[in-house]
Each structure stands twice: as structure tokens, then as C-alpha cells.
């Protein structure tokens, strides 16, 4: 499975972004889809995760904020995380993760930073 995330960037407190993880290879193996972030200094932390049926978690501080989701076009699939009402805090590298049976697929980061 190969994922690759883009849609980072520079935006404003209070701004949105969306961003997108195209995922090829045998993504009939992934049960679910996430999105991770690591901030400068600190470890990398869970952000939203979407199952194969569609069901979705998200951290505590991005609820009601962000949303994610999943298109299917096989052999391709998109997950996407939408995020508004974006805050300082929410700077950091997002990753994509793909989890299937025992096997743990990332993406490489794509850079948000909010800032005045």
C-alpha cells in the first residue's frame, strides 16, 4: 500500500484547509484510514481515524473542527480530512496511516502551519 498525502500549507487562526491522501496498492487489505500529526518537539499524535464501514473517531481537540472521509475509486481510495476553525495549536506535519490484518502503512508528512 503506498500513501501520499499533500493539501499543507500556510493559513491564517480561524482559516481552513483540506487535506488528501491518495492510497493505491492493495487497499482491499485496509480496514481503517487515519490521520496523524507531530508538532515540533513533541510525539506524533492520532487525529481521525475512518473504518471500512465508515465509522470515524477523532481527538479531542479537533471534534467539530475537522472531518474526515473516505472516497473509493479501486484500485484507488482518498481519505480526506477537512479542517476548519483552524488555531496555532493545530500546526504540525499530518500523516496518513492505513491499518490492514497486522500491517501498518505511513505516508510522508505534509507541513500545516497556522499562523497571523
Known amino acids: 500500500v503506498q500513501l501520499q498525502a499533500s493539501g499543507g500549507g500556510l493559513v491564517q487562526p480561524g482559516g481552513s484547509l483540506r487535506l488528501s491522501c491518495a492510497a493505491s496498492?492493495?487497499?482491499?487489505?485496509?480496514?481503517?484510514f487515519g490521520w496523524y500529526r507531530q508538532a515540533p518537539g513533541k510525539q506524533r499524535e492520532l487525529v481521525a481515524t475512518?473504518?471500512?464501514?465508515?465509522?470515524?473517531?477523532?481527538a479531542d481537540s479537533v471534534k467539530d473542527r475537522f472531518t474526515i472521509s473516505r472516497v473509493n475509486a479501486y484500485p484507488k481510495s482518498t481519505v480526506y480530512l477537512q479542517m476548519n476553525s483552524l488555531k496555532v495549536d493545530d500546526t504540525a506535519d499530518y500523516y496518513c496511516?492505513?491499518?490492514?490484518?497486522?500491517?501498518?502503512?505511513w505516508g510522508k508528512g505534509t507541513q500545516v502551519t497556522v499562523s497571523s
Open positions: 475512518i473504518t471500512r464501514g465508515g465509522t470515524t473517531t477523532y
Open positions: 496511516n492505513a491499518v490492514g490484518g497486522a500491517m501498518i502503512y
Open positions: 496498492g492493495s487497499i482491499f487489505s485496509i480496514n481503517t
